[in-house]
């Protein structure tokens, strides 16, 4: 599989050590796209270093329940997360940065370093998602009728736009782990879909849960997603 410029043909290619970049709400899934912002001195370290580096980077959720005050020390971490590979970067020239990260693989997180830098690094390990690394595992088996029609009714109730032109040229996984990512649901459910051992699991949670907001009748009227 190729990232960027990197090619990771096997779990020898990826670090056991990455930096952590700690958002809740958000995961990072393989061959998926996530633009950030990055603006807090902790975090410009943090792609300055992996710049230098291997330009890889974990992204990781606070346990569930963490309050904004803990989010500015070091809150403790879910036990899984993604890394990805820095594929674009700008600096914007008041500080921030903005970058692309692109998803290589999910990791289980084994343990932190004890330093002083001003960003955590964790010790991780993804032997428990190896089939990340082959293009996609498990399409044949997702029920693309389905999860599109699911995405239309969800988009048609709530008000929402698509960009359907996107959407039917993207592949099945590149599709279930893009709508994973944008999908509206809490910290709880974002982890769910992470740690999901397969591609159609992944799917039919992620229809599942459209479903249980259908039936209850919610959504985020007059929102696009792109």
């Known amino acids: 599989m190729t990232i960027g410029n990197a090619t990771y043909a096997g779990l020898d290619d990826l670090p ?45 959720q606070p ?20 890394m990805g590979r820095i594929t674009g970067f700008q600096e914007s020239g008041d500080g921030r ?42 399409e044949d088996e997702v029920d693309r009728e389905q999860l599109l029609s699911t995405l239309k009714e969800y988009l048609s109730v709530n008000e929402l736009e698509a960009d359907w032109e996107s959407v039917n040229s993207a592949t099945t996984e590149i599709l279930v782990n893009a709508l994973c990512m944008m999908s509206p649901y809490g910290p709880k459910e974002k982890q769910v879909l992470l740690e999901t051992e397969s ?13 249980i907001e259908l039936a209850r009748g919610t959504g985020a009227p007059g929102s696009s997603l792109q």
Request: net charge positive.
């Open 97 to 138: 940065y903005l970058i692309t990260l692109s998803g290589v693989s999910r990791f289980v997180l084994r343990g932190e370093l004890e330093e002083r830098a001003p960003f955590r690094r964790g010790h991780v390990d993804a032997n428990r998602f190896a089939s990340d690394l082959k293009l996609g595992v498990g």
């Open 16 to 60: 056991q050590v990455v930096p952590l970049f700690v958002l809740p709400g958000a995961i990072l899934l393989p061959r998926s796209h996530m633009p950030l912002n990055v603006f807090e001195p902790r975090y410009t370290a943090m792609i300055d270093s992996a710049l230098r580096t291997d330009r890889m980077i974990g992204v990781i």
């Open 63 to 82: 346990q569930f329940g963490t309050g904004e005050d803990e989010l500015a020390g070091r809150p403790k971490l879910c036990t899984v997360g993604g």
């Open 199 to 211: 591609l159609k699991i992944r799917a039919d949670t992620l229809v599942a849960l459209a479903e």
